[in-house]
């Protein structure tokens, strides 16, 4: 069974900085691709960021490049995204992900489907503030 819980989620001025985490766990975590997702009310839950079973290639979304970075952790098995300069926008819930079964360039193609992702985290709120 697959587990992911999402931790780091709080309320944070624009500007600001937070690190969510994501322990996975009940699965070949060192061989799934990872994503981050977020959702904000009324809209559709969308991709942040992903990165391969590895960690040596990643995918970011044009609204987050340049200020969050997502990162692994094999050993502890978690996945971490580093929120820099964050902005109101960047409010919502949210996920991790897991997609069993990517080689690497799945994992990061822009056209990844968020269905093709199967298991998920219960999500960690971020709140920013102007």
């Known amino acids: 069974q697959v587990h992911l819980v999402e931790s780091g989620g709080g309320s944070v001025q624009a500007g600001g900085s937070l690190r969510l985490s994501c322990a996975a766990s009940?699965?070949?975590?060192?061989?799934?691709?990872m994503g981050w997702f977020r959702q904000a009310p009324g809209k559709e839950r969308e991709g942040v960021a992903r990165i391969s079973a590895g960690g040596a290639h990643t995918y970011y979304a044009d609204s987050v490049k340049g200020r969050f970075t997502i990162f692994r952790d094999n050993d502890k098995n978690t996945v971490y995204l580093q929120m820099n300069s964050v902005k109101p926008e960047d409010t919502g819930m949210y996920f991790c992900?897991?997609?069993?079964?990517?080689?690497?360039?799945?994992?990061?193609?822009?056209?990844?489907?968020?269905?093709?992702?199967?298991?998920w985290g219960q999500g960690t709120q971020v709140t920013v503030s102007s």
């Open positions: 009940g699965f070949t975590y060192g061989s799934a691709c």
């Open positions: 992900a897991a997609l069993l079964g990517a080689v690497w360039y799945e994992c990061v193609d822009r056209s990844v489907r968020i269905a093709d992702f199967g298991n």
